[in-house]
Every structure is written in structure tokens, then in C-alpha cells.
């Protein structure tokens, strides 16, 4: 077949000196071949009769595959006379495209949605087939549901391929009992589903769903300057209220709702009607006073937001608050629920749609074993090693442990040195653990790991891997088992060269990966060996109890002595360290501390011994009757210190309580809560399924969820168990699933965009290059592929925003190394909504850095002090890929100095910055207030978290006053060195462009600096109360893969900066010091702010 092709460039003109031979192109499409650079991708289409046909696929400019099949491929059906004379039927609707793998198999029946390009279909390392089309009602009704099916593999990744599930029959098995059985269960429950509504309000849930309300955790003023004065003087909160959106006739009316007596929207709404009946009616010809109990106020400039309902007051809503410390009026519409959601009948739950693994035989226990009936200790066998990837001659040792969270229940045992030969240490050892097999807890795990020795007897680990001692219906492991282990990396921190926090899932390379050849003991029984049911372990513990009166016992009497060595203990913070004397008194005195310090559960369950199953069954059986925990200490529970099921199941349980965890606070922790999920033993667990009730419960938790589950699916430790839990949600959120989905293609075409824009054709040095590369970058977006994908589309930081059309003459990408895109949409004001699309940094450290910001400004305002903190969002999307929210408004300092030409020294320029702003003296003070706000906190965050490498171009300035800090690469004390010098020589940044601004502009106004370095000292004081809760934040945050938290010596950094072990008094005169330091080093900053400057010119 003879095939000739015109050279195109990315913007799709013909190159100069091309060959003028027939080529391929459409209007705003074209397909060309051998194009070096130009991100072609080779495809090949298979007929049903075997004649394969090559083609080479440009990726940016690629036709839907319908016109490919069209324009060229049926074309050369009859051009192509092996495939002419084939029966190969003219009539190219007769077939569609299917997808084989390498093997040449069809893994899954998916019919492609021919509407789509190639790039979209991520076909990858699949091929395009073609197969003839069955004409029938079944095949229609097949094609939708593999359509979905298309989606989620589209939104989530393919499943576990066949050659992985050869290595991983017990998981393999773990799946197919959760999810074809409990998970698949749980989402059909009528409480969980909103697609099973109450038929009294057909339509109530389903609102409630995606459109939550967002509430303040408090309804109360912060008593200080700027916000509760403007609460004061007028008296009352000033609501504009406008009529629905489709109403033929639309009024503007003020209702003034009084601070005091805490008007809710309902009663809002109720005061306008007897004075607007007889004005309007709301949509669908509904009377305004018959609609009363349905009516929402819908913000406007916020497409997705909503507030409702005679709950909570006006005040405690975030958009009413946020208007009123800029002083607006909150404007609404005033709308019919109905008129929002389509009336459309429940929708049963899909079937067949999850993926569908063999069945596995019932759990039945009638012959089992118990554990604790057994009297030998635990041992295994190790037969050998394959696959290491080291060369002949190399000497290697096998360490292992037995462990139950960080703590290891017996010796470490390592075998001698073992040579290597062609990949292979041939072996066979019985390892003795010195533990009694029914002394072990039922999380326990066995670790792993192979360390390659040198000459100098140092040792390097070199692989890894961990397995449950018990599996998930609760029985032994035992037998011949292959286990994969996974590389070690540098970034994997432990004392003891084994990883007890790492998962117990084998690596999914198996083919390829050093395997572990381990037989696990069977103790001579035929039957199952299992731990215990939960009954008979209170039956235990009730059996060994200690005397009435005895010390340990409920009713032991307490010495004044014991109980203040008690309230020593208790009252040190989480990460001081116990001793063995500590726990034996917190231990002895466990039901004094359930009775009278029930917050101190972490430290009574680091006194337990758990190899000891008398021990474990006496706490279990203390647990029952233990008072629920605040957020605070709960969320510890969940770390990796914690895996018993019974312990994690009453953490979860404290979290299960919305009126004293309400979505709002969840929303906060929710990336603390994902990464605890990789720290459980098995797939199904309490923890899974409150996120899973909750994220079913309301759109914009599942939106979160969707995402940091989503961001991770690149980790082979992870990917199996996120992606069950996805699959679940977008099994049943029908809807949700079809906004993510698109989100999802925006992000793959801004991918593309961005990889065009880093090709080496463009030399940024170069200004015309520069411009060429902004030129064809808007190019692409102008095609209608793009405009529509990247039209029309929720935005992926937050469900509240939609992204209407794209201002493309607006867009443009940034000078930085990864060249991020800046992205401007307009929304259905015709505003503009600014995003930052970034592919190639990890923005991971920058999120959680963020989150903790937003979680410093929520304990601050619970207690009154409202600091203007900018927290933007920022969100992950992928490995090394996500968006940003770019601040409008705003400017860095080192662009206000340069505005203001007159040297980063000169204090000034801030300040004058302000005035340009702000004409009046009024708005000017204002300005500057919002300034001594936002610095405090910022100064008192940046401390507290360590943050470094800060210059004024990652501090910014809004025009309203606020300042705030962006790019958040380096925390907890990690700060830039250059020749072993620190680059940070001050704790936080204080120049005196910013003491300038305080002062208003005067040397000599010391009240306003008073004031200001006394709110730094309150906001610091009030932080140091919720240590608790900042550390177990971060220790949750171990496993997430961030460099700069790896171990738990990490997060004492933040032990250093908040002194959780002095006085207040003690801690105030700390902050002054630094304060002071702050102060005579300002110099330093302000020089640091010039290099930067003269560096970027």
C-alpha cells in the first residue's frame, strides 16, 4: 500500500520544503507520519480477517475517531486490496472499535465512544481493533453500560491485569468478598444513596447532596477591629435578595437580619414574602408563599452555592461571613429547589459494573482452629530468593521481624550471608520468632527486607516487602507463598533496615521484582487456624481480670501519689517519648485515666503489651465502655502507631457524629484521613466505609475524595485499594461521575498543551520564540476539541465554581523551569476564574502546607481572632501534576518594588503601594488593617510549620491589604543552604517594608506595632492548645510520600517551635526572643529581597 505525507508543524502549516504529495487533513485536524518531536504515536488497526493497517497519529491535532475512520481508514479499505478482497464489508457503521492488548486478547467486551480522539481513548499500551457491529437491543443496552464502564477505567485506571493476579490470589480473593459483597452491599443502602430518595421530598436529598451548605464551626463575631465593628454600627446584617433566575418578573429586596437573634435563611426568606407575594411567583408558576419550605438563596457570582434551611444563622455561612468582613452586602436569588434539580424518577443502583472476580468459597468456621489454642511459638521457612537484582558474587542478608504498628513484638531475625549466582540465593531456613504463635495480635505483619553487605560489612537495603500474619476473614497465613518485594528507596527512613509502615500488598511487577520464596507455618493442622471472635476475646479478658480492689483492676483505689505521677504523664504532649515506668502505671491505672482523662487512649495504648493476647483482650474489653474522643485525639488513632481493628473502629466512631463532626471539619481533614487508609491491614474496613457514607452524602466530599484518591493512583502500594473505593463511588454518584470525567479530559488536553509548550523547538531566552510558543499554544485551544472539552466544565479545586468559556487571548504560560499554564476562564457573570495548571512539580507538600494554613485560621476564628488569612486552594491531580488558584488582585513584593523603582531598601514601597489603592484615608485604613491581620498570621504560621525559603516573590500582596505567602517547597525547618549556609538567618519574615505598613507610614507609631506583635503573641498561645491535633496531622502524613516528612523525627520540628513543655508564660517570652531576632535581622531579609531581585534580571 502506498501511503505519501505533508509535514505539518504543531500549528498546523506546512513546513517549508515538505514534499506537495497527498496528505490527510481535516479543518482543524490533520495526521501525519515520521515527524520527528511532534508527539506521534503509532496505532495499528486490526480487521476481523487479520490484516492488520499502520498509521501514525498526531496526538494534538487528532480527528475524532469516527472522521479517522471516515477520512482514512475506509478509504484505504478500498484502496488496500487485501483488505478489499476480504470480506471486508463497504458499510463502515457495520463495525466499531475495540480495544486487544499485547497478547493479542480482548481483556474486557468495551465498545469506544467514536466521538472522542485518540489521545482521549489513553489506549495505551492497548491496540485499536475493529469489529463488526451486532444490530440489536441487547448490544445497545451492553454498549451503555460498557460505556460507563469506559469512564471509570478512563477516570481511574485499568483494573488488576491477569498477569498480576497470578501473584496475588489471596488479594485477589480479599476483592472479590468486599466488593462483589460488602462494598457493592453498603452502596445500594437506602441511607447512603441519594438515588434512593424519601418520596415525601422526592428531591430534598438529592439537593442537599450537591448543593451542602458551607458553614463556619461557630456563629459567633471575632470581637476585633474590622469585623465586629461593622456589625456594630449598622445593627444588622444587609442581605440583598433578588427573585429565581426564570421568573418572568425580577425585584431587588434588602432584608436586615439582626446579629443578635439569629436569623436563618428561612426566616429570611419569610420576612420578604408577606411584602412580595404578590410581585412574582418563583419558577414553574409556583406561588412564592406555597414554596417556602423549598426555597433556596442562591449566591450570586458563585454558580454551585446555595444556602438554606432553618438551622444555623445567617452569620455562620461562610459566603454571609466572608461579605461581611469586606463590607458587601451578600447578594442572593431567591430560587425553587425544584427548579434546580431535574425532576427525574429514582434511579435503581447499576449492576455488573464493578469488576467482576471469580467467586470464592463461603467463610465458614465450624472446623477451625483458634489461635490461642495453640502452644507452639511462631516460626517460618525461607526458601529461597529470586530475581535479585544484584551481580553474581554479591553478598546479601534477609532481616525479619514480626511487628504490630512501629512496635516490634519479639527479636529481629536475620540469616547469614548468602551469595548470589545468575539472580538466585538457593536456601532453605527455619526461622524461630520468640513469641508464642498465640501471643500474636491480629494486625500483626511480617517484614522483610534484603540488604546487600560490602567489604567493609556496611549494609545497604536493597528490597522489601511485608505480609499480614493473619489474612482478612481472620485466618492464619500459612502454606508456600511467592512474594514479590519492592525496591527500596532512598527516602525510606528506619533504624532497623525493615519498613513496618509499609503496605502489605506484594509489588504488582512480579515478573520482574526480587521474589521472596516463604512458607508459612501450618503447625500440623488440616483446618484453618483463626484468631478469635470478638466475644470470645471479652470472654477472656472477663477470665483474667485482675481481683476486685487489685492494682489494674476497675475498682482499684488510687493513691494521691499515683494519680499526680498520672497527670505528669498525661499532660505531656503526644510526642515526648514514655518509659517503661510510664507504662506500667498507665497500664495499672487504665480505667482511672477512661474514667478521668479519656483523651490520654493513645498513651494507655502505647502501655499495652500486644504480644500478649491476655493483655490485648483486657484492653479491647476497657475500650467498650471508653467516652467517645474529641476530633483532636481521635485522628490519632488512625495513625500507623494504632492497626488493631477494634481501636480503629472506635476512632472512626468518634468521627461518626455530624453534629460533632460535621462535613465542614471533615472536609478539613479529609487528606489526613486518605493517607490513614494506607496504614489498614485490609481493603475493607470502618474507615472506608464512613468515607464512603459520608463522600454519598454530599457532592463536594465526594469531589475531594475523588481527587486525593484519584492523585494516587500512580502508586503501585495504593492503587489497588484506591481504586476500589473509586470505583464504589462512581458506581453510584451516575452524575458526579460525568463532571469528573470531563474534568479529567480538560486536564489531559492541558497536558498535551503543556508538553508543547516545553518542546525544544521553543528557546524561551528568546523573546520572538517566546511569543511564537504563546502564539501556538492558543492556537490549539482555539480548536473545537478543546474549546468544548475545556468549556462548560466544573472546575476541578472546587464543585462551588464553574468554568464557563475560556478567555483565550488571555492565557498564557509562565517563565519557570516546568512552564506552568495560566489559564483564564469567565464565568456565568462573565467574570474571570484564574487557574494554574502545572505538570512536573509536586504540589503535594504545597497542599498539605495550605491545608494546615486553612486549619491555623479555623482555631483562630473559634476563638474570636480573625487574622484575613489568603489560603488559595491548590490540588494534586496526579503524579507531579496538578492546578492552582491564582489569587486575583494581588501582586508579589517584588513586583510592588520594582513598581515602585526605587530599590528593594527603599521601606516604602508597600506602603505606597497601599495609597495607590486606596484614595481616601477611610479605605486606606482599612487596607492597613487587613495588612496587620494577615502579617500576624502569616508570621506566626510561617514559624510555627518552619517554612524556608522565603523572598518577595513567593510573598504577595492583595490590593485589599492582605498579605500571603505562595510556593511552599521547604517546611518543618527544611530550609535552603548554599556553600553549608542557610540562606533564612530569621525565624519568619518582618522587614521593614512591612514594619513601615504597620506603623502607617510612620517611625514613631509604636501603639499600632504593640498591637500587632500582641496579636502574633495571642495567635501563637492559642496554636500551642491545639499541639495535639498539629502533630497527629503530620505523623498521619508519614506514608504520603513527601520528602521532607519521612519519620517521625520530621514532625518534631514543630515540637521545637510551639514548646508544648513550657508555661505560657515561659512560651510567650520564647515568641519574644524570636521576635526579637526577627527584628535585628531584618536587614537580612531585606538583602535577600534585593539578590532575588537582581537574580530574576
Known sequence: MAMAWTYFDVAGRPMDGSPQLPSIKTPEYMIDRDRPNNYIRDVDFLFPNGILLPFSVRDYFSPPMDQIKTSIIWREVHNYRPLADNDIRAEKNSYNFFFINRMGESPEEVKMDESQNLEAWKLQPFLAMFQKLVENKEEDDRSTKTLDKIKIDHLIGRGIQKES?????????EINHYLKQKMSEMAREPGITILRRDPKSPMENQFQWKYPVRLRSHDFIPSQPGVESRIVNIGAIVVDIGFGERAKMCYKLTTRVSQNNG???EDAVKMELPLNKKRTTLNYGTPLEDSKLYIALKVIGQAEEYIYGNKFPLQQYKYVYQCLVKNTAPQFLLVARESVIDPKPAVPPRKGSIANYSQIPSDRRGDDICVWDLKEGYYLTVRGIGKVQLPDGAKVKLFMGLYHGSEALCSIKTTDEMVVQEGVCNMKLDVAFDIPACDIPQMARVCFTLCATGKKKDQTAVAWVNVAVFDFRSRLTRGDRNL???????????????????????????????????KFPDFNMKNNIRYPAFDKVLECAAKHMEPSGAPGSAMMKVSKSHLEQLMMIVQRDSLSPLFEQDKELLWMMRYECCHKFPHALPKVLSSVKWNSHIDVAKMIAVLQTWPKLDVDFALQLLDFNYPDKNIRKFAVSCLDNKDTFSDDELSRYLLQLVQALKYETHLCCPLVEFLLTRALGNQHIGHQLFWLLKSEMYNPYVSVQYRLILEVYLVVSGEHMMALHKQQEALGKLCIVNGLIKSERYNMGDQKSHEQAKKDMQAVLQQKTYQDILSNLGSPLSPLFRLKSLAIDKCKFMKSKKRPLWLVWKDDLGQDVSLIYKNGDDLR?????????????????SEGLDLRMNVYRCLATGQEQGVIEAVGQSQTIANIQKWFN???????????????????????????EEFILSCAGYCVATYVLGIGDRHNDNIMLKQSGQLFHIDFGHFLGNFKSKFGVKRERVPFVLTTHFVYVIQKGKSNNSENFKRFQSTCEKAYLILRKKAPLLFSLFLMMLSSGIPQLTC?????????????????IDARAHLRSRFNQVLKGSWKASLYFWFHIQLNQ
Request: aromatic residues 10%; negative net charge; without cysteine.
Open 263 to 265: 436569623k436563618t435563611p
Open 484 to 518: 514479590p518485594m519492592w525496591p527500596w528507596t532512598d527516602e525510606m527512613q528506619t533504624e532497623e533496615f525493615l519498613y513496618p509502615i509499609g503496605s502489605v500488598t506484594p509489588n504488582a511487577q512480579g515478573n520482574e521484582a526480587t521474589t521472596l520464596l516463604i
Open 902 to 928: 526605587r530599590g528593594a531598601f527603599d521601606k516604602k514601597a508597600v506602603f505606597e503601594w497601599l495609597k495607590h489603592h486606596h484614595k481616601t484615608p477611610e479605605s486606606l485604613d482599612e487596607a492597613v
Open 1048 to 1064: 517521625p523525627k520530621d514532625v518534631n520540628y514543630l515540637r521545637e517551635t510551639l514548646v508544648p513543655h513550657l508555661s505560657e
Open 165 to 173: 493476579q497470578e501473584s496475588f490470589q489471596t488479594k485477589v480473593a
Open 845 to 861: 507538600q504545597d497542599m498539605l502546607t495550605l491545608q494546615m494554613l486553612e486549619i491555623m485560621d479555623n482555631i483562630w476564628q
